[in-house]
């Protein structure tokens, strides 16, 4: 399942050079599927402006992503002289945030192997974990985050397990089952219970908070929703 998904993010390219930088990185990064069918470069910001406070990140913060794809989350930090960072295991996701962001430090890598020296103050996955293998790698990967973020940490877009039927239910009916079928055979996501966070960091010095997801026209809003951990 993982392989077939990295093999569909390598295969991303910019469809047209005329749009706005962030724009494009918005559609690379998978955010106007079918399903989510976002392009509007106003919302994403708004987005970014709620998420950026739910966290407290501050002008002077840095900022690390775990699967950051082509740096659509990252870039309008970027801008605001934020310095950021990330790992993706598309390699051909990376070469496009790094053509975006030539001063970033983005590497290809997994999940599983961000542990680095250095501490950001904020660290963030945003619609990455649908695609982890399972609920082990996941936990690993969250500790991780967890050890590396000196202030706070997001988990975000994160698809809900009590909705996954109806969700299902949705994208099929989206495209047509058989052609749902034919696409996705081999592309599963991976939903979770929201209980799932608060019983794998019950132990560690954070407080956990979850709210339901939302991006003003974004499709995914009612399957998904967000965790924000701060450090105590």
């Known amino acids: 399942m993982r392989n077939n998904w990295q093999k569909i993010w390598n295969n991303r390219q910019i469809s047209s ?14 955010f106007s599927s079918p399903f989510g069918q976002l392009s509007e ?26 699967g950051c794809g082509s740096g659509a989350f990252l870039y309008p930090f970027y801008q605001k002289g934020h ?5 993706d295991y598309a390699e051909n996701l990376v070469k496009i945030a790094l053509s975006a962001m030539h001063k970033a430090d983005i590497k290809v890598c997994e999940a599983i192997d961000i542990y680095r020296e250095e501490q950001f103050d904020i660290v963030i996955a945003n619609g990455v974990f649908l695609y982890f293998y399972n ?30 039927e109806e969700d299902m239910n949705r994208r099929r009916k989206t495209i047509g089952e058989e052609e749902y079928s034919k696409q996705y055979q081999l592309l599963e996501h991976l939903y979770y219970d929201k209980n799932y966070f ?7 010095p954070v407080n956990i908070k979850i709210e339901n997801q939302y991006i003003a026209n974004y499709g995914n809003n009612a399957y998904r929703f967000n965790v924000f951990i701060s450090k105590k």
């Open 198 to 204: 608060y019983q794998l960091l019950v132990n560690e």
């Open 83 to 87: 310095k950021v960072a990330g790992i």
């Open 41 to 66: 470069t106003e919302a994403w910001m708004e987005y970014l402006e709620r998420i950026a406070t739910k966290l407290k990140i501050e002008p002077q913060d840095s900022i690390f992503e775990v």
């Open 17 to 30: 050079a005329d749009k706005p930088i962030l724009e494009q990185l918005i559609a690379i990064d998978g």
């Open 135 to 164: 609920y082990d790698y996941a936990a690993k990967v969250i500790k991780l985050m967890v050890k590396l973020a000196g202030k706070s940490i997001g988990i975000l877009d994160i698809p809900n397990l009590s909705k996954k």
